[in-house]
Structures are given as C-alpha cells and as structure tokens.
C-alpha cells in the first residue's frame, strides 16, 4: 500500500516514503455486494459495545455534558475535555458567546487564553460525570499526560466509565530531566476503569502503547480542521497511512495476546467517504469534531476551536466557523439535502460496506483500496467548474 523507501544517495539523510491522505486512495467493489440492511456497525471501545462507530472529540465546541448524553443515546460515543470550560466554569455559556462574536480570530485566541487560565476545579469535574450518567449517557473523560493521575482519581470516583489520556503525540517512552513523567503501566493498572491513549501516527509506538495496558489507540497527528499543528511543528501523518500502520500492530498485537486494542482513527474526515476509507484502513471507531460542531445541539454555537489553540505560548489551533448548522440525528441518519456527504453520515457508511460486500467493522478492514489520486476529479469537470 506504501511506496518503497526512497534512500538519498547520501546515507546520513533523512529516510522518506510515501504517505496517503483520503483523497489519494478509493475502495474497490468486490464480487460479493450485501443488502445494506444486513450491514452490522456495531463496534466495541473500552469494553462499551457502540452501536455506530462514531465518537465526538473532546473539544469545548463540540462536547459538553448534554451532548454527551445525545451522542450516547445515538448509538455513540463523546468525550468531554476535562481541562476545558466546562471543569473551570460553572456556567461557560458567557465565555463561548464572547468567542463566537470575536471580530477576528486573534481577538478569539486572546478570550480563550484567558478564559482557560481560570484553575480546573474537581467539583465541577465530579458535577460534569455525575450529569451525563444521570441522562443514561456513557460518562467518557478525557485529559493531558501532566494532569492524569489527578484527573483520573477525581473522575474514577465520580463515576467515569472511559478515562482518555490524549496529547499531541503519545510514546510509550517520554524523556524529560525533570517533572514526574506519566506511566501508562502504572495507570491501566491502577484504574479500575479502560484507559484510552492518544495520539500517534507510529505503529511501534502503538505497538508499544498496548503492552503497557491501552484500551484503545487514537490514530492522528494534526489533520483537524481546527489544528494547525501541522503547520505550527511541521509533523504528522495522513491519516489513511497512519492508521493502516497502526491497525497493522494491532492486529500483530492481538496474534501475540488474544487481547484485541481497537484502533479510533482521529480527525481528517468531513464526508461519509472519509469515514468509509478510515475503517477500511483499519480503524474500529471514527473520532469527528468539527462535522460535529455544526450541530445545533453542540455548544460552540456553528463555530469550533482546536484544543490547543488557548496555549499562551505556543497556539496550535484556530477559531473556525462550520457553517451549516443542521440538527445531530440529520447529521448521524439523514435525511441528506446536499450532495457533499456531509450528511447521514451512519447511512453514508452503511451504503459503502454494502456495496464492498463488507457486513461487519472487521470485514471492512479487509477490503481491497487503491491509490487513486484522480479520484475526486475524474469526470467532474461539471461539478468542478460550478465550485468556481
């Protein structure tokens, strides 16, 4: 699937190859096609059986206690960012207002730079758990390496029921001269609830993140619509190459254990066709953010803002604004009214395993895909002409 290595005559240059995004690569149809009412998505994460694979990120513009439980009741998943507003703030409502009518998005980076400075307090921790679990919601957290032995006794007492360790980049090895450096081992075993791990675009690393005790691997490294990390650092991996790699240990993993870590491929994706392609390359889950801040129901009212862009030193995302904004249940099951695949993303994804004879999240990872660079051009010079 990736292209040999390609060596630089001078042997002590950097080793490159080749990586492919979604819009390089297609699925191919098979000879087998299934009714899509046979088409199976349920999937398993942290022990959770979901009955769509589809999970809302862990940013203030998409996740807070109230969405999470929608999303639960969807069939899905939402994690909430236990160091954003809504752990800091009693009421963050008059903060996201003033964000969404910042004039221009360094006035919005400057709001959230000082909102965020505000300290994180544990009871509001304890109240956020404690309201999702009481709409029948699947009380999903997630935090920083620096802050998780604290955030997960507050959050495994509150009742948590998935604890995510999520950063820019996660190893299994962190080097530091100084500060008390997070033991993954140490913390699956310590907790009594799954542990959650991203993210990485490395299979080694992955490989090396479920011996030491992972729920589950985060796959992505910067594609967010909201991160500009990749501009900022000059690092990460397109996600349809990240992600095979990592499905790759994963499943060297499971042959050597029996223990079978499931693989959420993290932002990059805006259309039904993304998603089909990130679970044909491997992933169980999806991870979506700023498809889900267009809904009405999300609380950064149409807008959406990457979860390091308050860093006071070093932003790492921007203030984007979705446009549409259409209810949840449009967005998940349709019905669609665009052409774009932005929406009934659920039916968008059945449709495709149907038509690659895939009827379960499993049998999709086994789907045959090509690198097609022309595939989204190809005989759309019509459609392409009118985007003009």
């Not at 998409?62 to 236990?82: E, K, P, Q, Y």
Request: hydrophobic share 45%.
């Amino acid at each position: 699937m990736i292209d040999p290595a390609i060596l630089s005559p001078d042997a002590t240059s950097t080793r490159l190859r080749r990586a492919y995004g979604f819009d390089e690569v297609a699925l191919v149809p098979g000879a087998v096609t299934v009714d899509p009412a046979e088409i199976n998505l349920t999937t398993e994460v942290g022990g959770h059986r979901l009955e769509i694979p589809f999970i809302a990120s862990a940013m203030d513009a998409v996740s807070d206690a109230d969405f999470a439980a929608r999303m639960s009741r969807h069939g899905g998943l939402a994690f909430i960012n236990l160091e954003g507003l809504y752990t800091r703030y009693e009421d963050a409502g008059p903060i996201i207002d003033q964000v969404v009518a910042a004039a221009s998005n360094q006035e919005a980076a400057e709001l959230l730079a000082g909102a965020y400075a505000a300290p994180v307090r544990d009871e509001l921790i304890t109240a956020l758990i404690t309201r999702v679990r009481a709409q029948g919601g699947i009380a999903a957290v997630a935090t920083t390496p620096g802050s998780a032995w604290h955030h997960a006794e507050v959050a495994a007492e509150a009742g948590a029921e998935l604890f995510l360790v999520q950063s820019q980049v996660s190893s299994a090895q962190h080097i530091s001269a100084g500060g008390r450096v997070l033991s993954l081992s140490d913390l699956t075993g310590a907790l009594k609830i799954p542990v959650l791990v991203g993210n990485t675009v490395s299979g080694e690393a992955a490989y090396q993140l479920m011996h030491q005790g992972a729920a589950a691997i985060l796959v992505g490294v910067g594609p967010g619509a909201a991160c500009t990390t990749r501009e900022v650092l000059g690092i990460g991996v397109p996600q349809v190459s990240a992600t095979l790699e990592v499905a790759a240990a994963r499943d060297r993993y499971y042959r050597e254990t029996g223990r079978y870590v499931p693989v959420v491929t993290d932002g990059g994706m805006k259309t039904g066709g993304d998603i089909a392609k990130a679970i044909a390359s491997g992933a169980d889950a999806v991870m979506l953010g700023s498809p889900f801040a267009g809904a009405l129901e999300a609380p950064g009212r149409g807008f959406n803002w990457g979860m390091a862009a308050p860093s006071p030193t070093l932003p790492r995302g921007t203030r984007i604004k979705i446009g549409e904004r259409l209810p949840l249940e449009q967005i998940l099951f349709g019905p669609a009214h665009t052409t774009h695949g932005t929406q009934n993303l659920v039916g968008a994804l059945r449709q495709s395993m149907a038509s690659l004879g895939a009827r379960t999240i499993r049998e999709m990872h086994q789907v045959e895909m090509v690198i097609a660079p022309s595939i989204a051009t190809e005989g759309k010079s019509w459609q392409l002409a009118a985007k003009e």
